[in-house]
């Protein structure tokens, strides 16, 4: 298994990418893509495996 997904608010997405770039560690590969569904962090971890934390786009929606 090269890659797990979890879906979480948009709050804790954005908290996950500030403590990945706080800690400084280039080599996460951190970055947000958007699938038009759902929003996506990306993160590499040390062993190599590709974390995702996605956002969807419907819960963004009843939010408002």
């Given at each position: 298994?090269?890659?797990?997904?979890?879906?979480?608010?948009?709050?804790?997405?954005?908290?996950?990418?500030?403590?990945?770039?706080?800690?400084?560690?280039?080599?996460?590969?951190?970055?947000?893509?958007?699938?038009?569904?759902c929003?996506?962090?990306?993160?590499?971890?040390?062993?190599?495996?590709i974390?995702?934390?996605?956002v969807?786009?419907?819960?963004?929606?009843?939010?408002?």
């Amino acid at each position: 298994m090269r890659h797990i997904a979890f879906k979480v608010e948009a709050a804790a997405q954005e908290a996950i990418r500030e403590r990945v770039t706080a800690a400084g560690h280039a080599e996460t590969n951190a970055h947000v893509v958007d699938h038009g569904y759902c929003v996506s962090l990306y993160i590499t971890d040390p062993n190599g495996l590709i974390l995702e934390f996605a956002v969807d786009h419907t819960s963004n929606n009843r939010r408002r």
